[in-house]
């Protein structure tokens, strides 16, 4: 049965189809930071919030500015002071049209006819209510919601703005009010005065730790909370929660008259005394919601009005909300608790967008098996990730290399031991009998000529050739000095060990690999711990002495092996060990520089060789340098944190081609 042939579907790039994520290019952002800091969950943190280059180059750190903006244009704009105007001009008007009616009714009826004489007397009623209306904006809406109206035109402007502070009381608590008080403005109150009794008890057995019954409530008043209505009643709390807070933000952001004026305006609006009463016991029963509300310092000129205040002290807070869900995801390098819809509806499908790709990125990282862990347990770095960072920093290493044109891999010794190559030589005792059949014959036939049987002698026999091989024992020790960091070498110093134990195990696994630490103290490090390495900022010193001391013990075990130190530090020794004790002193005292010096020489008669890279060439610094290199026989080299990689592993391959010349 034949294959079914595969199928591909192309289609014209119109810039809205994003490329797959490459796992290495996170990685390379990723490690940036980590061999920096030393900090896994910071390093993601950033990365996430700085974005990726290259089509994905806005990270949360960019969303979040862009809320800020929008926030700021907002603030920028409108005049809070405006909505008492607003109101206050509008019941100037109603007052004015109502006043304007009343007097009509009194020049239009003349004297002496009874019907006439009723009207009269109904608008000189009004007339007298109308002079006697308080001052203040409250007052006056009180006081007219007992008022017969006379202007029909004015009755309506004032009903609407009679549920417009109904409306603005009750979104003080719930999130679609809409149904709720277009039920009150046709008298429909009873069901409201149930459903808020029976919020308020399941709200008591709630905080008594009883089961509260969320589903029945639902069941009888969930057409009250809009469409789709909370699901569970820490959904419906958390609503409530943030409806206070936004009414409260408003207040908060008013001046205190102003504060005083609407909530007056806002208190038992809605027209029945059990039903304020409710609304009051509703109030006290949330107060462990604790809904402190922000306060926003509007500086605008444009003017608002009070349902769009609302609104507005909504968007307002839906941005906070925002900003926070942003940052947390940011500092819990976690983007699962981001809200997408209220992201859609503040940035648009962009920002979304923007998080789905920071989201593959954390997970091409995890597909590629880079990271491991989850948010509850924290990140870490797999040894392949770790593996895949310092055959990254290798891989940077030769190419400058190859930039250069410098040479850097080890022509292959002529020997008698190790692996086969292609090439012959003549067999000579004590080779191994590799025998290379066709040279052989072709030796004798060259001797005897085309004779038959071909009779073979001892000089005839050719055998492979065979690459000496050698094993090298090193320890590399990095100083941890503050210094290091301070000067910006640290991290280069960290991507070098990352390539030289990347070099080793790759290309040379019978080598042996040591990482040593020292700062005040000297401490053996595992190279998977490499990438977390911090430099020691709280205790001085740098103490070559224990370290050499330290590699002494470690190379100790290779009899047979070249034995070599690779240090690299920015500065002289200030440090060394007394009855096991740090002593730091600067400048380097007499004791440190001998008891550093009698370290070299312990390694020295152990066969072990010093070579030591430089990043700071002090005249001090080079003679106290070059005084370790007379007694040891190594080499010292300045370089600095760029180069360094470069002089590390070529001196290291190098040092092996000169071992195998010396076996030869």
């Given amino acids: 049965m034949s294959s079914i042939p595969n199928r591909h579907r192309y289609s014209e790039w119109d810039g809205s189809q994003e490329p797959p994520v490459d796992a290495t290019a996170a990685l390379d952002a990723l490690s940036q930071d980590l061999m920096e800091y030393g900090d896994l969950d910071w390093a993601l943190r950033n990365l996430l919030s700085r974005g990726m280059s290259g089509g994905m180059n806005q990270g949360l750190r960019d969303l979040m500015r862009s809320l800020r903006e929008s926030r700021r244009e907002q603030l920028k704009r409108f005049d809070l002071s405006s909505i008492m105007d607003d109101i206050k001009t509008r019941l100037d008007d109603i ?95 009873e069901r409201m005065k149930e459903m808020l009794a029976a919020l308020n008890e399941m709200l008591v057995r709630k905080i008594a730790g009883e089961d509260p019954q969320f589903d029945a409530f639902m069941a009888r008043f969930g057409d009250m909370f809009g469409d789709p209505p909370p699901a569970t009643l820490d959904e419906l709390l958390e609503q409530m929660r943030q409806q206070m807070a936004a009414a409260q933000s408003l207040l908060n ?50 003017s608002i009005d009070l349902r769009s205040a609302l609104d507005l002290m909504n968007e307002m807070s839906e941005i906070d909300r925002m900003i926070d869900q942003l940052g947390r995801a940011e500092r819990e390098a976690d983007l699962s608790g981001i809200d997408q819809e209220a992201l859609r509806k503040l940035l648009g499908d962009e920002a979304v967008q923007r998080v789905g790709d920071l989201q593959q990125i954390m997970d091409a990282l995890k597909e590629a098996g880079y990271l491991r862990g989850d948010r509850g347990d924290g990140w870490e770095l797999t040894p392949r990730g770790s593996r895949a960072i310092g055959q990254r920093a290798l891989l940077e290493i030769y190419q400058r290399l190859k930039r250069q044109s410098l040479g850097n891999h080890a022509v292959p010794e002529e020997g008698r031991f190790g692996e086969r190559i292609e090439q012959t030589k003549p067999y000579e005792f ?112 740098t103490n070559m002495q224990h370290a050499l001391l330290l590699a002494e013990k470690l190379l100790g075990k290779h009899s047979g092996a070249t034995k070599q130190v690779i240090m690299i530090s920015d500065g002289e020794p200030t440090a060394h060990l007394e009855d096991g004790e740090s002593i730091f002193a600067y400048p380097p005292t007499p004791d440190t520089l001998r008891a550093t010096l009698s370290a070299v020489k312990r390694c020295t008669k152990k066969g072990i060789a010093i070579n030591t890279f430089m990043l700071d060439a002090g005249d001090y610094l080079r ?29 290291y391959v190098q040092h092996k081609k000169t071992s195998l010349r010396g076996r030869g």
């Fill in 253 to 302: 952001s008013m001046s205190s008259e102003q504060r005083q004026q609407l909530s007056e305006l806002m208190n038992d609006r809605l027209g029945d005394p059990e039903l304020n009463a409710a609304m009051r016991a509703l109030a006290k029963e949330l107060d462990f919601l604790n809904p402190d509300g922000a306060r926003y310092d509007f500086s605008g000129r444009e």
């Fill in 623 to 651: 003679a106290f340098m070059d005084q370790i290199a007379r007694i040891n026989g190594g080499r010292v080299f300045y370089t600095d944190s760029e180069r360094l990689g470069e002089y590390i592993l070529v001196d």
């Fill in 95 to 189: 007052v004015a049209r109502e006043r304007a009616t009343t007097e009509r009714w009194l020049e239009d009826n003349p004297d002496g006819e009874f019907s006439s004489e009723v009207l009269k007397a109904i608008a000189r009623r009004n007339r007298d209510a109308l002079d006697a209306l308080p001052n203040d904006a409250a007052g006056q809406m009180k006081a007219l919601e007992q008022h017969e109206f006379l202007d029909t035109d004015a009755q309506k402007d004032y009903l609407a703005l009679l549920n417009e502070l109904r409306e603005a009381m009750t979104r003080s608590f719930f999130n679609n009010v809409e149904q709720m008080v277009q039920n009150l403005s046709d008298g429909d109150i």
């Fill in 430 to 541: 004590g080779d191994p009998f590799h025998l290379h059949m066709p040279e052989t014959i072709r030796n004798a036939l060259l001797r005897e000529g085309s004779t038959s049987p071909v009779r073979l002698q001892p000089e005839d026999f050719a055998i492979y050739r065979s690459e000496t091989l050698t094993s090298t024992a090193t320890a590399m020790l990095v100083d941890l000095s503050w210094s290091m960091a301070l000067r910006g070498s640290f991290a280069s110093a960290k991507r070098v060990a990352l390539a030289l134990h990347n070099l080793i195990t790759s290309q040379y696994p019978k080598d042996s690999f040591y990482l040593i630490g020292f700062a005040a103290y000297a401490n053996q490090l595992q190279p998977k711990d490499l990438p977390y390495l911090l430099w020691d900022e709280h205790l001085l010193g």
